[in-house]
C-alpha cells in the first residue's frame, strides 16, 4: 500500500472530524431540546409520546439521564471523528516524506 490517497477528495484528513463533529453537535442540541421537552411535560397534564429507547432510558433515571446519555454519545462521536483524523494526519505525513 504505497498510498492511500488516490482521489482528489480524499486528500483532506480533516473529513471525518468535521463529519463527526456535526453529528455530535446535533446530538447534544437533541439533547438540550429534549431535556427542556421533558421538564415541561412533567410539570404539564398532557400525554407524551416518545420512543422506546427514549422511555427506558427516562425510567431508568429521569430527564438527566436520558440527556446524559445523548451528551455522552455526541461527545464519543467528536472523539472518534477526531482520533481517526489525527491518525489520517499521521498516515498523511509519512506518506509525504
Known amino acids: 500500500m504505497d498510498n ?18 456535526l453529528l455530535g453537535v446535533g446530538f447534544i442540541a437533541f439533547a438540550c431540546y429534549l431535556y ?10 398532557e400525554e407524551k409520546r416518545m420512543n422506546a429507547i427514549l422511555w ?7 430527564k438527566w439521564f436520558v440527556s446524559g446519555v445523548l451528551v455522552l454519545l455526541g461527545g464519543v462521536l467528536i472523539w472518534s471523528g477526531a482520533k481517526k483524523t489525527k491518525e489520517l494526519r499521521k498516515i498523511k505525513n509519512e506518506a509525504g516524506k
Open 36 to 45: 427542556v421537552d421533558l421538564a415541561a411535560w412533567e410539570t404539564s397534564t
Open 4 to 21: 492511500m490517497y488516490t482521489g482528489k477528495s480524499s486528500k483532506n484528513p480533516n473529513k471525518p472530524l468535521i463529519g463527526a463533529a
Open 56 to 62: 427506558l432510558l427516562y425510567d431508568l433515571g429521569g
